[in-house]
């Protein structure tokens, strides 16, 4: 059984992109694989600094798990920090971590372009991205495209690592779904909650139509014919609608007759109905948040133990046991 394992930071409402490019083929993994999902608080500190809403954040992402449709008993899911072996091993991998390693990582460039002042935090993140990997002894790590140089700096630390000490990390493979790699936002650029163009799956009825209204289009007319690979609206259709109806919506495109209002009214209503049921499970999960700590409580003893036999083994590689 292949050991699977991926995390979501709890620093912001779940969108759409989020959903198709890691929740879903997580969730997909519980029939088969030995799964581990965890909620890594630890890194959205980076970009969350209020105390109340990193803790409400890590209940609502939970909450977002499963009501999604993860079951605790079929996968190990906790939360990040209640497992602080990761803190002791990202000290250990740090070590063998060239600093040009971590200066190449777009996200972090990317964050620096942006005027996000850099901490040493920031710059180390994928360290403790790293050893969240390697502890678990990971073998696929699925991500959105963004993360793919993530895992690889995993892979490459857990190389020299092995090289230096002798055979201790499990390499890991970044696991990238291509249909779903990059889902849009209503802007036509990746969805992301920094470039504030997502939609969030858990709103109600009412601002979900509003969002999916904005969707922005181009100004060819009805009749005209449109290229579909090229918008945004046909693209998140295509993650909806039933394969029949893509197939009437194709021809409307490439022949004329595509109009993007009645489009959106119908991509609104294939979003509400697909997470109707998920959006009042949630609820029903928040409203009893004792439930909420008892599964993460209980996922994190489960975590802690794998964690610990992998740090026991890097401390004594490393000299650290006399
Ligand atoms: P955001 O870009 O909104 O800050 P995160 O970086 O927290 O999202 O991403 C959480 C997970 O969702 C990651 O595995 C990431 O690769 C995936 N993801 C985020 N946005 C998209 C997207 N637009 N398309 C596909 N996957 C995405
Ligand atoms: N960095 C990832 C993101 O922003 C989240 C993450 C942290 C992660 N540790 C991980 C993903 C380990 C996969 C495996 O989305």
């Known amino acids: ?34 799964l581990f999902v965890f909620i890594v608080d630890l890194h959205a500190l980076t970009s969350v600094q209020d105390r109340d809403r990193l803790r409400q954040g890590t209940l609502e992402a939970a909450a977002d798990f499963l009501a999604l449709g993860l079951d605790p008993d079929r996968c190990t899911f906790w939360v990040q920090s209640d497992v602080p072996e990761v803190c002791e091993l990202t000290w250990l991998l740090s070590i063998l971590t060239p600093m040009g390693l971590l200066e190449r990582c777009h996200a972090y460039k990317d964050k620096v372009a942006k005027n996000i002042p850099a901490s040493h935090g920031l710059f180390s993140y994928p360290v403790l991205m790293a050893a969240d990997i390697l502890l678990y002894q990971s073998q696929v790590v699925p991500v959105g495209k963004d993360q793919k140089q993530h ?20 390499l890991p493979e970044p696991e990238i779904s291509e249909s779903t790699a990059i889902v849009p936002g209503i802007d036509g650029q990746k969805m992301s909650k920094s470039y504030d163009n997502t939609i969030p799956i858990f709103l109600d009825e009412k601002q979900l139509r509003k969002r999916v209204m904005l969707i922005q289009t181009d100004a060819t007319a009805v009749e005209d014919p449109k290229n579909p690979d090229a918008c945004n609206l046909y693209a998140l259709l295509k993650l909806f609608a039933p394969p029949e109806k893509m197939r009437e919506v194709h021809e409307l495109y490439v022949n004329g007759g595509a109009a993007y209002g009645y489009l959106k009214q119908d991509l609104f209503a294939l979003i509400n109905d697909y997470f109707a049921g998920a959006r009042a499970k949630k609820k029903e999960l928040l409203d009893n948040s004792d439930y909420l700590r008892q599964v993460l409580a209980k996922g994190a003893d489960k975590a802690r133990a794998r964690a610990t036999a992998t740090l026991d083994l890097a401390r004594d590689r490393m000299g650290l046991t006399y």
């Open 1 to 34: 059984m292949k050991r699977v394992l991926s995390g979501i930071q709890p620093s912001g409402k779940l969108h759409i992109g989020n959903y198709f490019g890691m929740m879903q083929p997580m969730i997909h993994h519980m029939e088969s694989a030995d």
């Open 151 to 170: 895992v690889e700096v995993a892979r490459d630390i857990a190389i020299r690592f092995n090289n230096a000490y002798g055979e201790t990390f499990v």
